[in-house]
């Protein structure tokens, strides 16, 4: 369904006039128009949204008889694509129930139907979106309250059965009646008063019940200084308690249907069918938990503008919830959701500003994983930055300086996010920043710690984003330090005689034959190199380095070089040894140009010169030791993971399409015959994919092990010399553990029995094991 924006009353008379006037015109077009007038109420328009609201009604019960189908499905796509427009719909809802009992009886049922489909298809903020409209139209007199409460109560009771162990499937069960509370929760202790109480007690008896082990693998900050890092049902259940502080009422929904409350009121009310949900599947993946993000609070905000809700307050998290529905709807469209978000209608009653940039640096630095692409969030800030110049910019740059005054205690994942949006937004806004008070803050003996690293990392974003002089022409002198070098090759054999036979043969343009012949034409000794040279992984060395720097002139030199003498790399990487040889002559020739360093890396990856494993061998490595807190060495390691990912998913969607394209050709369905394997390649594929599928299990425990060795090793000479385990680099290291659990959850989910039972066992310091139930705890 694609989004149009504004509307009018003139539209639903027009409509009207044209049904008509032409008795004539195709079925399509009408359809075509009911739904643009659906999908459009609610928005822009010269007349109120009551009359719009009433014209509408009486056009779609006009055209009910002969398009009832085509109104009720576009109204349900509408509940889950549009559900910050919530309250508008349910009010059309009731107004067509009260002029049609059977057609608000065949609502309900659809919406039944469409809840248990989302359900099933792992739709899960579509399904909270439909319970939530169901709940609403109560409040349209469409539902009885008796009836929801008898529907809401099927949720908790499953909830609280103790036979489910599943403690993301229950809290999903128990988030989805918590989070429609705010909308009925005035009708149900009207209408149902016990009842609801009853309701309400039995949440409490969950959620007093609940484990936290998932708290501190999911929170942006490692203290509650000074904001709590309090989970997400908690911190809705200390809203819901202050909702009911205040007699249930509210002023941030916006309920069209009180308007309406003389006609709603006289309407027959339904009552739900019996809904079954559907049973909890150790295959199927929940929702994670959360943890609620928080940046601001009522001092951060001018005196002399509209006042934040508390932390606590129901108008803190309807606001959120109406700002983030916003965000997640328009996200393919960065100017239409930068124009909704500034034309937000609660603005008047909350300081907005505050809260949009609240909310989309909780959308960045959402962990285990981030929903959208961070490079979204980045634009998303851009646009409303240039639609508000005079306003928003301000409140970026208070956000900014807050996420850096908190920087020491940001965890590292969301560290990463921080410098790569921050680099990003300086680079559209012609690198100006105030960096005088930063440069206090960040001076300190060790680079290792995260302002100082911050720093490091932001300017070599920018040099990446530019160029090395435009970072030393904005960057005070009192940044030297942080200041990234010159990016060029640092070749280190311009005088050796090895080096100096290549470069005439690459240039005399001969084949790889010739190559392989002058490396073993080499004596083991030669003029003019030392003895710790002397030996053949030298020789690879010198080879590598030659070859690189022959093709430093530009990006697609290097990686053609690569290209053309790929035979020569794969007959000398013939073990870890050597490939590591090649890594490090790579790393040497380039140690002043990350980026250099992690595209080479991936393209010797890609054609199979360097395997996976080796990749992490070279990270952890000593010769890597100074480098280990570096951004780039991690990119590094997430990119040849994905690419280790990426094959076997493409090996597993070739053996399933050749299967499916063998059993249609059985079938005698319309299949070509050169797309149908045989039946000994459909095995070689099976082979191929439970290959792959090794592999990718094998790099996730080497990784685990390289971490369970470095760790160990650092924590064992802490306490030896009675020191304090808790230094930066220790903060990197743990954090980056973090990481790798927290990007690869759902793959590592698949080996958590056997990174039980043979790495994260009962010998490793408990330190080290505490990270992984909690990431355990997120599928728990």
């Not at 070859?547 to 002139?553: C, F, I, Q, R, T």
Request: aromatic share 10%; charged share 25%; net charge negative.
């Amino acid at each position: 369904m694609k989004r149009k924006r504004y509307s009018s009353r003139d539209e639903v008379s027009a409509y009207a006039r044209q049904r008509n006037d032409s008795e004539a015109s195709e079925t399509q077009d009408v359809e075509e128009r009911l739904n643009n007038l659906i999908m459009k109420i609610g928005e822009k328009s010269t007349a109120t949204l009551e009359s719009n609201l009433l014209a509408l009604s009486k056009v779609l019960h006009s055209d009910m008889t002969e398009h009832k189908d085509e109104i009720l499905g576009i109204l349900a796509d509408c509940v889950v694509e549009m559900p910050e427009k919530g309250t508008v719909y349910s009010t059309l809802v009731g107004l067509i129930n009260a002029n049609s009992y059977s057609v608000g009886g065949e609502m309900l049922e659809l919406l039944l139907r469409r809840l248990k489909t989302c359900m099933q298809d792992q739709q899960w903020e579509s399904s909270r979106c439909i319970v939530r409209f169901i709940s609403d139209l109560v409040n349209c007199h469409v539902l009885s309250a008796a009836s929801l409460l008898a529907f809401l109560k099927v949720w908790i009771d499953m909830a609280n059965t103790e036979a489910i162990t599943s403690q993301v499937y229950r809290d999903m069960l128990v988030y989805y009646v918590m989070s429609s509370i705010p909308w009925v929760g005035r009708a149900l202790y009207e209408k149902k008063e016990r009842d609801f109480i009853i309701l309400l007690k039995s949440i409490r008896f969950y959620l007093n019940g609940r484990s936290k082990e998932h708290l501190k693998i999911l929170r942006v900050w490692s203290t509650n200084e000074p904001h709590a890092q309090e989970d997400y049902l908690d911190c809705l259940w200390s809203q819901i308690e202050h909702l009911e502080n205040n007699d249930w009422m509210e002023a941030s929904i916006i309920r069209p249907y009180e308007a309406f409350d003389s006609i709603l009121c006289e309407a027959l009310q339904h009552t739900l069918p019996n809904f079954t949900l559907p049973s909890y599947n150790d295959n199927v993946i929940y929702p994670v938990p959360k943890v609620v993000f928080r940046l601001f609070d009522y001092t951060d905000v001018p005196h002399d503008g509209p006042v934040l809700p508390g932390a606590h307050a129901v108008e803190r998290y309807i606001i959120e919830e109406q700002l983030s529905y916003i965000i997640d709807l328009l996200y393919l469209d960065k100017k239409g959701c930068a124009t909704a978000l500034s034309e937000f209608t609660c603005r008047s009653r909350a300081p907005i500003n505050y809260l949009i940039v609240e909310v989309i640096f909780s959308k960045l630095f959402e962990l285990p994983k981030n929903k959208r692409i961070e490079i979204f969030y980045s634009t998303l800030l851009i646009e409303l930055c240039k639609l508000q110049p005079s306003s928003f910019p301000l409140v970026l740059a208070q956000a900014t300086e807050l996420l850096f005054e908190r920087l020491d205690n940001m965890e590292v994942t969301c560290v990463v996010r921080f410098a790569t949006w921050f680099s990003h937004h300086l680079s559209n806004f012609q690198f100006r920043w105030c960096w005088d008070d930063w440069i206090t803050d960040a001076e300190c003996n060790d680079k290792d710690t995260k302002k100082s690293r911050f720093l490091k990392e932001v300017l070599i974003r920018c040099m990446k984003l530019s160029y090395h002089q435009r970072v030393i022409d904005f960057t005070p002198d009192s940044l030297e330090k942080y200041r990234p070098p010159q990016p060029k090759p640092q070749f280190d054999y311009s005088d050796n005689e090895l080096s100096k036979k290549l470069v005439a043969a690459i240039k005399g343009k001969v084949g790889p034959e010739e190559i392989i012949d002058i490396l073993e034409e080499t004596p083991s000794t030669m003029e003019g190199i030392e003895e710790k040279d002397i030996c053949e992984h030298n020789k690879l060395q010198v080879f590598v380095s030659t070859l690189l720097n022959l093709g430093s002139k530009s990006i697609s030199h290097s990686l053609a070089a690569l290209t053309k003498f790929h035979e020569v790399l794969r007959a000398l990487a013939d073990s870890e040894e050597s490939q590591l040889c090649i890594l490090n002559a790579v790393h040497n020739l380039w140690r002043n140009n990350e980026q250099m360093i992690s595209l080479i890396i991936d393209k010797l990856v890609k054609i199979q010169i360097i395997d996976a494993t080796t990749i992490t061998s070279w990270i952890f490595s000593e010769e890597m030791e100074a480098n280990f807190t570096c951004f780039y060495v991690w990119d590094v390691l997430h990119t040849t993971i994905n690419r280790v990912e990426q094959q076997v998913a493409n090996l597993n969607e070739r053996y399933i399409q050749g299967k499916k394209n063998r059993n249609s050709f059985n079938l005698l369905e319309d299949v070509s015959i050169h797309d149908i394997p045989t039946s000994g390649q459909l095995k070689e594929f099976e082979d191929e994919l439970e290959t792959g599928k090794t592999n990718l299990k094998n790099l996730f425990l080497i990784i685990f092990q390289r971490f369970i060795i470095c760790l160990g090793e650092h924590l064992s000479e802490s306490d030896l010399d009675q020191e304090n385990h808790l230094t930066p680099w220790y903060c990197w290291a743990i954090g980056r553990l973090k990481e790798i659990f927290q990007l690869y959850q759902p793959v590592i989910q698949i080996y958590s029995k056997t990174l039980e039972e043979l790495i994260f066992t009962s010998e490793v310091d408990s330190k080290i094991v505490d990270i992984f139930y909690q990431f355990l705890s997120l599928q728990s």
